[in-house]
């Protein structure tokens, strides 16, 4: 071969390898999603802010598209989560109120992302209790997490940071985008802050900014509520009467560095001594502690603001930005004194609806403002669709691609679902559904037996329910059809999937407890009976041992109970959790009871009485399908009847001879058991008639 053919040749190679590189090369766009925790869309000022200025995060707005009326299907921060996760309405991806976990075996879009040959992270707050499942990479908090010093799980284990954590969430960030990102592949990153969650405390450069500015009152600070129901009544969530000492920073954070200790308090302590010589009273103690609130949340979004414009500035400069779809919003809506509440959960608008910004170089219109009603259930089905990947037919959404591109599908939905769940729970707001208009909002606090119309073209802030207004009786009539009609369309029959049902099945059956009297430290008094009874004198517990993972008795068929010999009438024989979950086998005047508690709510079992000083042998047994059954010296009292298992670890612990944490049933201090018992036992799993009867001889 000539040297110039070996020239050619090489030459060809070397135009087909770099093709062939260039092929390999994955153009389709990146995906950042930033998430802020209760960020208001009235703390933007790209909405018209009127108390605080957020420069980066206007220029997201600037540069794309501004949703004005995008709205969540259930305001707190857990549930919007997996909304985001799934496509799907808390009722069927199971997330239904914080405490639940969220089951990572489902369907999401960052494993349909994955699939799709993107690279997926997370990175900051995650706050759904299991590991992020779909993620090539997370770098993700413990929970809520705090604002100072985050340990925050890895898939390599536990980080110990130092210093303030919306910082260092984009610290983290920026390091995956330059150091762990794959550039042959596109990207979907969520980027997550922690901040503004309560209880705001800012970060060290911000800690006396607005000192000097007296920020605007929204004009509902003093509402009274006589418009609405009682359940805008009987709430929890004042800027009056519900912020601590601790959320108005009157009372200092925990975990603080001694540096950042002396900060803060440098920052705080002659503000606060301030405050406590002007001796505040009724509505001027409101408005200070309104300033106090409002200045130290918007101080938390100064930081986001300023963190999510290094993150813009680093793909400006990389040259990512051209390629990358920026998205900013919320898990929710939050009330900024509105109402006189702090917090969300409401169907109001205020935490009913949610920020959303949206930067696509050459497909977003800048400065574009939309309309259209969107829902955070179309999120999923956007980054698929952005993607170019399959949407599932079982995700619930609307793809806004085509509203991003500056059209509106023409089956686009005219109204919005909306279902809230946490009750009884934090700040006391009642249980409610509704469905939301151009015009108009219907909301049923169902449990109530309450409803509100509002008309929001003449209403805007919602103060006065029109439901019972003549006026508007066809109004009403036409409301209640649509929301039939989207709970008919969502699949909400007012029941909630329950992944973890299905592991019921599955628990082996094994020896969990057994207290042996006559071994180990118990108090109370050691009898003869072989050496394995207590004599309780009804002033403390035999046992107590704190909540722990290996004792998690949720979702678990269980057999629990021993042998009594009572010398008073009531009394909790042993009991496992409290006021949230929980259960507890106990004499209530002398009758046997069984009380379960799952998110608050309480079902029972009630048995025959039960005879005083003489040994009976008492249990309680939960099958595989949630049915539950007392036993009485071995043998059923009654036909086995629905109970509900705990559905997760309890915070408080187990007792034996009390219920010692917060109470799982009515009954009141003092419960201690008075008497004698016997080898008590816990059991998970199905257990066989010999051990039982072997118990009970």
Known sequence: ???????????????????????????????????????????????????????????????????????????????????????????????????????????????????????????????????????????????????????????????????????????????????????????????????????????????????????????????????????AR??????????????????????????????????????????????????????????????DYIRCIDSVDENVGRVLDYLEESGLDENTIVIYTSDQGWYLGDHGWYDKRWMYEESFRTPLMVKWPGVVKPGSVSMDMSMNLDFAETFLDIAGAEIPDDMQGLSLVEVLQGKRPSNWRKSVYYHYYEFPGAHSVAKHYGVRTDRYKLIHFYENEEWELFD??????????????????????????????????????????????????????????????????????????????????????AFSAPSSEQNDPSYKPMLVGGWIKPTTKRGVIIAQGGVSQGYALLLANGQLLYVVRQEGQIRQLRGPQIPIDKWTHVAVRVDAEGNGELLVNGEATDA??????????PADGLSVGADSG?????????NFFKGRLRDVRVYWGKVGADVITDWTK
């Open 456 to 541: 929001l073209q003449k209403d805007p802030n919602e103060l006065n329910s029109v439901y019972d207004d003549p006026a508007y009786q066809e109004i009403k009539k036409d409301m209640e059809a649509e929301l039939a009609k989207l709970q008919e369309q969502y699949g909400d029959d007012g029941t909630v999937i329950n992944f973890d049902l299905m592991r019921t099945k599955k628990v082996k059956t094994q020896l969990v407890q057994q207290f042996d009297f006559g071994k180990g430290n118990y108090n109370g008094t050691i009898l003869d009976d072989e050496g394995k009874a207590i004599e309780l004198d009804g002033s403390q517990p």
């Open 662 to 670: 917060s109470f799982v049933g009515n009954y009141q201090n003092p």
């Open 1 to 231: 071969m000539s040297n110039r053919s070996k020239l050619f040749s090489f030459s060809l190679l070397f135009t087909l390898t770099i093709a062939s590189g260039l092929l390999a090369k994955d153009n389709r766009p990146n995906i950042l999603f930033i998430f802020s925790d209760d960020h208001a869309y009235q703390a933007i000022s790209a909405y018209g802010s009127q108390v605080n200025k957020t420069p980066n995060l206007d220029r997201i707005a600037n540069e794309g598209m501004r949703f004005d009326r995008c709205f969540v299907t259930n305001s707190i921060c857990g549930p919007s989560r997996a909304v985001v996760l799934t496509g799907k309405y808390s009722h069927l991806n199971g997330f239904v109120r914080n405490g639940n976990t969220f089951n990572g075996n489902q369907q999401t879009a960052s494993k349909l992302l994955q699939a799709a040959g993107y690279q997926t992270a997370v990175i900051g707050k995650w706050h759904l209790r299991s590991t992020p499942v779909g993620f090539d990479y997370y770098h993700v908090l413990q929970g809520q997490g705090p604002y100072y010093n985050p340990a925050m799980k890895t898939p390599r284990g536990i980080v110990n940071h130092v210093g303030y954590t919306t910082d260092i969430i984009t610290d983290e960030t920026l390091k995956w985008l330059k150091e762990e990102r794959d550039s042959d592949k596109p990207f979907f990153l969520m980027y997550q802050h922690k901040a503004p969650h309560r209880n705001w405390q800012p970060g060290p450069k911000h800690l006396n900014k607005y000192d000097d500015v007296t920020i605007s009152e929204p004009a509902t600070l003093f509402d009274d509520y006589k418009g609405r129901t009682s359940a």
């Open 234 to 295: 009987n709430q929890a969530m004042t800027v009056k009467e519900h912020l601590t000492e601790y959320d108005l920073k009157i009372a200092p954070p925990r975990g603080l560095t001694e540096e950042q200790t002396k900060v803060w308090n440098e920052a705080y302590a002659k503000k606060n001594e301030e405050f406590k010589n002007l001796n505040l009273e009724g509505d001027d103690l409101i408005r200070w502690k309104y300033q106090r609130y409002v200045k």
């Open 640 to 649: 086995p009847k629905k109970v509900q298992f705990v559905g997760a670890r």
